[in-house]
């Protein structure tokens, strides 16, 4: 038997960990992103359309409706890997930035958990059929005028 292309197998072995490993590492980032938002949105120095949009992302996230579903192969996590990150990034941008380092550093002490218990879900289901209600009714009220 020939094993001469196992340095090939290995190098796509390695190519694929250090992907992982910056996915894992990408990912912990944007939890952290998060947890600072959380702690923005209740800081009075930050800009009202700041912590409008930073609630949002923050409710996006934690979430557990996608606007694209997970299950739609390749599309439905190109939400999570696109539309997450730009939110994050225009909100950063709309934050002092005294106030989001001071935040960022909180955060990475003590990042907020995910809530673990059936009320919050309800919570976060019930404003996503209030928010699908509303748009609803409106397309229903251009549609028949």
Not at 40 to 63: E, I
Not at 118 to 139: D, H, K, P, Q, T
Request: glycine share 4%; net charge positive.
């Amino acid at each position: 038997m020939d094993f001469g292309n196992f340095s090939l197998l290995s190098d796509h072995t390695t190519k694929s960990m250090k992907l992982i490993t910056r996915l894992k590492l990408f990912a912990r980032c944007m939890k952290v992103q998060i947890s600072a938002l959380f702690l923005a949105s209740k800081d009075p120095a930050v800009p009202k359309v700041a912590k409008w949009l930073g609630v949002a992302v923050v409710a996006y996230a934690l979430s557990p409706i996608d606007l694209i579903p997970d299950f739609i192969p390749v599309i439905g996590y190109l939400d999570d890997l696109i539309i997450l990150p730009l939110g994050i990034y225009l909100v950063i941008k709309l934050i002092p930035e005294a106030v989001w380092s001071d935040c960022m550093a909180k955060a990475e002490l003590n990042p907020i958990q995910l809530p673990k218990n059936r009320y919050a879900a309800a919570v976060i289901i019930g404003f996503w059929l209030l928010f699908a209600g509303l748009c609803s009714y409106a397309v229903w009220h251009l549609v028949s005028n």
